[in-house]
C-alpha cells in the first residue's frame, strides 16, 4: 500500500519518499513508494505529472495492490535511479495539479445545484484536457442550466470552505450525501460548506474562491440525459479569450456590433444561398447553348452520336453540359476534366441502348480512381491519365 499523501493534503507540491519496487512493465520504467502526492488517473479525474528523482513522471496508476505505480520516462532518468530502498524526492506540477482542482471542486457545486434546485443527479463526470462534462440523468432546458451555473457560481463568490472529513460506511449512511458510495472501508469525504457532501478521492480546493467561476460551455443529449461542458477558473478564462478574439474579428470584418453578428450570418446564409441558385441556373442557361455547339461537332456510331470532349469545369459543370447533350434523342456524351486527377461524366439520350454506368466501370478499371452511377447518368473521379487517354478509352469501350 502507497500512503497517498494529497487525501489529506492536496496542496502539497513536493514530498520525499523511498522507494519500494521499481519494475519494467510493457516497455515502462514504473517505481512504486511508500508515499506520494503524485495523484493517479482515477474517477474522472487525470494523473499528475511532474518529477521524481531527476525523471519525468509522465503518468500515475493505481496498481492491483492498492499501490500508486509512477511511470517514469527513461530518457530522463534510468532504471538506476531507483534502487529499492533509497530515498528520493519527487515534485508534482503545480499548475496542472491546480487546473484539476479548479475543475473537480468546480464540478462538485455544478452536479449540487443541478440535484438541489432540480432533483437531476448526475450519472458520470470525466475532467478532459481542455474541457470537462458532466452527464445528468435527464435533458434540461436552457433557462434551468442557466440557473444551476448561477446558483453554483454563487457558492464559489462565497468563499466558503472546502473540508476533507473521513468516515465509515456505516457513519456515510447517516450523512446527507448527494449520491450513495459503493465503497467499503473508510470513505473519504468533500463537503462545502452548508451546500455539498460528498465521497470522493480526488483534489479539490481549500475554499471554493479558489475556483474563480464556472461557467456552462455547452449541453448535448447523450443516453437518455444529458452531456454538459463546463470549464472553471483559468480554463474559463483561457476560452473566454479565444472567443473574444474570434467575435473582435468577426464583428471586424462584417463591420457589425457582437450582438448583431448571428443576424450578419444569417443574412450571408440566405444571400450565399441565392448566389448559388443563381449560379446553377445560369450553369444550366449555358450549359444549353454549349451542348447544341458540341451536338453539331458528334461522331456517328452505332448506338447514335457520340460527343468526346474534355473542358476546364468540376464534377456540376460536367453533368450540367452531359444533361443538355443528352436531352435530344440519339446522343452519347463522355466529357472529362482538364484538371489531373481527372473527373468523368458519361450521359446517354433516353433512346439509346447503352448503360453509362458500364462505360465509368470500363474507365475505372483502366485507370483507377472511383465511380458509378446509373445507365442514363453516371460518373468517376480519381482517374490517373490524361483527358485524350480518357476520351480515347472511352471511345473503344462504347464502340
Known sequence: MTDRLYYTDPYLRAFDATVRAVERRDGRLIVVLDR?????????????????????????????????GHVVEETSAGFDAYPT????????????????????????????????????????????????????????TPADIAAAEAEANRIVWEDRPVAIR???????????????????????????????LSACGGTHVART???????????????GGQRIEFLCGGRALTRFGAWRDTVGASVQLLSVL?????????????DAKEQKRAAVALQHEIARFRAAELRASADTIAAGRLVLHALDADANGLKALATAITAQPGYVAVLVSTSTPALVVVARSADVKMAASQ?????????????????????????????????????????
Open 36 to 68: 506520494t502526492a503524485f495523484y493517479p488517473t482515477s474517477g474522472g479525474q487525470p494523473f499528475d505529472t511532474g518529477r521524481l528523482a531527476g525523471g519525468q513522471v509522465v503518468d500515475v496508476m493505481d496498481l492491483d495492490d492498492g499501490s500508486v
Open 85 to 140: 530502498g533509497r530515498a528520493v524526492h519527487g515534485e508534482i506540477d503545480w499548475a496542472r495539479r491546480f487546473d484539476h482542482m479548479q475543475q473537480h471542486t468546480g464540478q462538485h457545486l455544478l452536479s449540487a445545484s443541478f440535484d438541489r434546485m432540480f432533483r437531476v443527479r448526475t450519472v458520470s463526470f470525466h475532467l478532459g484536457t481542455a474541457g470537462s462534462t458532466i452527464d445528468i440523468a435527464r435533458e434540461m
Open 166 to 196: 473521513f468516515a465509515s460506511r456505516e457513519e456515510a449512511a447517516e450523512m446527507p450525501l448527494r449520491k450513495e458510495s459503493l465503497r467499503d472501508g473508510t470513505l473519504r469525504l468533500i463537503e462545502v460548506d452548508g451546500f455539498d
Open 209 to 223: 474562491g479558489a475556483i474563480g467561476m464556472i461557467a456552462v460551455a455547452s449541453w448535448e443529449r447523450f443516453k
Open 258 to 270: 457582437p450582438a448583431e453578428l448571428p443576424a450578419a450570418i444569417e443574412r450571408m446564409q440566405g
Open 359 to 399: 462505360i465509368v466501370s470500363a474507365l475505372t478499371t483502366a485507370f483507377g480512381g472511383r465511380g458509378g452511377g446509373k445507365p442514363e447518368l453516371a460518373q468517376a473521379g480519381g482517374l490517373s491519365a490524361d483527358a485524350r487517354a480518357i476520351l480515347d478509352a472511352a471511345k473503344r469501350a462504347i464502340g
